[in-house]
């Protein structure tokens, strides 16, 4: 995200496309409306921003990476510090409070404060992060086992979100199968403290089972495949880029990112 001083005081956006427009309030895309609208700049302002992934629709939070950055670039342009908490917590009111998306607040929170992290939403609604240490072999076998593939295909998280917040809201089997899955998370953090990458998974994939079972779009029929080719393949997911190929010969394709522990 670049932010400039424009030669009068209109406003210019560029992304995949083009707005030259007089006022924030004209301004089509939401997310840079609001960011401005927030920060309190009236115009005389260019905002370009390049990306080599979708802005919307791979799962990789990309969204919230753009609030994220667009905010930094805005605060660096007028010459005010910003810190993560600060970055991560604007971005969550951009997004959440002021546009409506019902998203939570990990992938704000991951990409204000980058790195490994374990990341946790209190009662609060406070946010603590805590960087995971851990020796430099591990997290070099850890990452040269995730690898990520883009189908070219997107889908819409919000429309997912909606779904699986209306079916938790009023079944308490599925509530109880959140809280396991903060639970699990707690678990992963201590065995990847203690280097047991093996465990990892066994118990990743419970968290992922249990995640499947809050909203009925994980159960389309390409996930299914998806499901079969990682366990017969020890693969484990990490986390959804897109949706999975219906021919199975097409399976070097498919959107996740897989860990195989081997």
């Not at 927030?38 to 115009?43: Q, T």
């Not at 070099?140 to 997107?154: C, H, P």
């Not at 809050?214 to 499901?227: D, K, V, W």
């Amino acid at each position: 995200v670049n932010v400039n001083k424009k030669f009068d005081d209109g406003i210019r956006v560029a992304y995949s496309k083009n707005e030259e427009v007089a006022s924030v309030a004209e301004i089509e895309h939401p997310l840079v409306r609001t960011a401005l609208d927030l920060v309190g700049l009236k115009g005389g302002i260019e905002i370009t921003t390049l990306a080599d992934i979708p802005s919307r629709g791979t799962g990789l939070g990309s969204s919230s990476a753009f609030t994220v950055g667009l905010l930094n670039a805005i605060y660096a342009y007028i010459g005010r510090y910003s810190s993560s908490e600060t970055l991560g917590r604007l971005a969550c009111e951009i997004e959440v409070d002021r546009c409506g998306e019902p998203i939570g607040k990990q992938d704000q929170y991951a990409a204000a404060y980058g790195g490994f992290n374990f990341i946790e939403f209190l009662p609060d609604e406070s946010v603590r992060v805590t960087p995971l240490v851990v020796p430099p072999e591990l997290r070099a076998r850890l990452e040269s086992n995730i690898i990520v593939f883009y189908t070219g295909m997107t889908r819409s998280a919000s429309g997912i979100l909606k779904e699986q917040s209306a079916a938790v809201g009023g079944d308490a089997e599925r509530r109880a199968t959140l809280l396991r899955m903060v639970e699990l998370a707690y678990v992963m953090r201590d065995e990847l403290h203690a280097g047991n990458i093996g465990e990892l998974e066994r118990e990743h994939q419970h968290v992922t089972g249990d995640g499947e079972a809050t909203a009925a779009e994980y159960h389309r029929p390409e996930n299914q495949l998806l499901a079969e080719v990682e366990a017969s393949g020890r693969g484990m997911r990490v986390a959804d880029e897109a949706t999975a190929p219906h021919d199975p010969a097409e399976i070097t394709r498919v959107g996740k990112v897989v860990f195989d522990p081997q």
